[in-house]
């Protein structure tokens, strides 16, 4: 799924499940990019569609801060648990985890 945000930046969005992780390469198809609004086709030579293009996704991602030399790694997720030894002794029990006191999801916060 994907939208454009304004007239030059088109910004994509992964599914839940995607293999998609910092290392990969990233790359668009030639002639299937074009900017919004753009009237015509992409088989004359100046049409302004995008050519094939690769990039890799830093192993850092989406820690690192690109406009400093300082490489800005993830923190690791640290999850505070607190609970008694035993809640019960019922089969089919269930508990409730809570993330909200924990720190440490990089770009996401932690849930509950």
Request: glycine share 8%.
């Amino acid at each position: 799924m994907c939208d454009w945000v304004d007239e030059s930046t088109l910004i994509a969005f992964l599914q839940m499940g995607t293999a998609a992780s910092p290392g990969m390469r990233v790359g668009i198809r030639p002639n299937v990019l074009w900017p919004q609004g753009l009237a015509g086709n992409c088989s004359v030579s100046e049409s302004m569609c995008a050519a094939a293009q690769s990039v890799y996704v830093d192993t850092d991602f989406p820690c690192d801060v690109a406009t400093t030399n300082e490489r800005e790694l993830c923190m690791a997720p640290t999850a505070l648990v607190q609970a008694p030894a035993v809640i019960s002794s019922c089969p089919g029990t269930s508990v409730d985890l809570d993330g909200s006191r924990s720190s440490g999801a990089a770009a996401r916060p932690l849930y509950r």
